[in-house]
């Protein structure tokens, strides 16, 4: 239990400090590009998106959650991996000119192309950051994960300051793939090459054939509204759906990354140990939704205030959407680690089967929403019904694996929804005396000593209603000291 708290801890600060640097870069790039220009691109990564899950194919989960691993299914993963990049490459060069045309923005061809190198760079990265995870070396992920992600940030700026636009975020991400197999390759603790082969192809493709189709569906989903509102409504609404939901995604991608790196190995090692789930997660859920949905709360409630630190007053126009896709996210944070749970006891067959039911009704959702309403709020709303009808539907099937009557989490979930409540309160009280609906965003430092106040309710909150969060050596360790000194609270 002790190495998983220290993997959790190595990855944490991983995903801070690539936080702290991609908030950084995202606030230079949001005042040099226009917003065309994001569109352009985000149009772009979205049809690469769709390639994308299909280059995956599970390669990295298959190798993290098989129970024996030996040479040939290493070296297959590998070759298996090299074979769809070259072929998906090649496609996505041919196909360049025809999306292209098909959006009448003949700047998305230079950008696809360069997007298409991705392809042949991802598979020599693949494989060591998978070995690693499974060998719960996170120290040296830490490495990988943030110098890949400087040397992108870097060549992102540098170009968008040199004039290149679009493009410069393209050549940032070849930049960062390019960056993570190097070093990938140079802290792994045999620095051998592993030889392409395919003689272990059908235990890889019975687990990546499933893992893909779910990935491709996944994928198409939270693509379509980038997709959709770009051929109905332009290039312009993207940007300002993508700014907006980018704020959400701040927990449930770049927060919750760190999770999810640590917790299917970690699933998965327990499983193979023979241990029971229920209580670890359980936990998990808790601790994830007491940090996720005070998050939430407060991105939606300073909304503006947080659109126009991050990206300027000339996406003004997003802050209305925020507390949309934050509510979506709440929602989402509930099942955040379910797919994990899944995979990690062998059953992705059950995250195929919840993703093929789910993942269609969205893109449904959204493609109607724009098509019928012609608005980017529209799209919006579609994303939050989506989130709120998946939150039974993945309970359900969670239930086929790890069944359990659901008391503990909900009792947990309650825990967190009063800690949520403690943290947003002064924040509600410091906005209804500006007004909800006010055009000029507070000053920040009038919204320091709110945000520090919330922290320090919820803090003494999680103390007072035993949260599981409590019991972590992290929070004995830094907070411990401090809360014991409150009333009510031992």
Excluded at 187 to 193: A, C, D, G, M, N
Aim: aromatic fraction near 8%.
């Amino acid at each position: 239990m002790a190495s998983v708290r220290r993997a959790l801890a190595l990855s944490f600060i991983e995903r801070y400090l690539l936080l702290v640097l991609a908030l950084g870069s995202n606030v230079v790039l949001a005042r040099l590009l226009t917003p065309t220009q994001i569109g352009v691109f985000s149009v772009s990564l979205a049809v690469i998106g769709i390639a994308q899950a299909l280059r995956d194919f599970g390669i990295g989960s298959y190798l993290i959650q098989e129970k024996s691993l030996d040479e040939s299914q290493i070296g297959t993963a590998f070759g298996i991996s090299l074979l769809l990049g070259g072929a998906l490459f090649v496609a996505a060069l041919l196909a360049a000119p025809a999306v292209a045309g098909f959006y009448a923005e003949p700047r998305m061809e230079l950008t696809l192309r360069i997007s298409a190198l991705n392809f042949l760079l991802l598979p020599f990265s693949t494989i060591s950051m998978a070995l690693m995870r499974r060998a719960m070396l996170f120290k040296r992920l830490v490495y990988v994960g943030l110098s890949s992600a400087l040397v992108g940030a870097s060549v992102s700026v540098g170009l968008a300051l040199a004039g290149v636009g679009e493009n410069s975020l393209a050549l940032g991400a070849v930049a960062t793939n390019l960056a993570t197999g190097l070093a990938a390759w140079l802290v792994r603790p045999e620095r051998r090459f592993i030889a392409p082969q395919l003689t272990a192809w059908r235990r890889v493709l019975s687990f990546g054939g499933q893992s893909s189709l779910t990935g491709l569906i996944t994928s198409a989903s939270m693509d379509a509204s980038d997709l959709v509102v770009a051929k109905v409504l332009g290039f312009e609404p993207v940007a300002i759906i993508s700014r907006a939901q980018g704020l959400m995604s701040l927990f449930n991608r770049d927060l919750m990354g760190a999770v999810r790196n640590v917790a299917l190995p970690a699933f998965a090692g327990a499983h193979r140990d023979g241990r029971s789930l229920q209580e670890p997660f359980a936990r998990s859920v808790s601790i994830v939704t007491v940090v996720g949905w005070p998050f939430h709360a407060l991105m939606s409630i300073y909304a503006l205030e947080v659109v126009n630190l991050l990206y300027g007053p000339q996406w003004f126009e997003a802050a209305s959407l925020v507390p949309l896709f934050c509510l979506a996210g709440a929602i989402a944070a509930v099942n955040a680690l379910t797919p994990n749970l899944l995979i990690a006891v062998g059953r992705i067959d059950l995250v195929t089967r919840v993703e093929l039911l789910m993942q269609p009704l969205r893109v449904a959702l959204i493609v109607a929403a724009v098509l019928v309403f012609r608005s980017v709020e529209a799209c919006a709303l579609a994303f939050l019904t989506s989130a709120a009808i998946s939150l039974p539907v993945f309970w359900w099937f969670k239930n086929r694996a790890l069944n359990d009557h659901g008391a503990v989490i909900m009792g947990y979930l309650a825990k967190s929804a009063v800690v949520t409540a403690a943290v947003a309160v002064p924040a509600i009280s410091h906005v209804a005396f500006f007004g909800f609906e006010r055009d000029i965003p507070i000053a920040l430092w009038q919204c320091v000593g709110t945000l520090i106040a919330g922290v320090f309710l919820g803090v003494w909150t999680l103390a007072i209603v035993r949260h599981p969060l409590t019991d972590e050596a992290l929070f004995q360790r830094f907070l411990g000291p401090l809360v014991r000194r409150l009333p009510y609270s031992k």
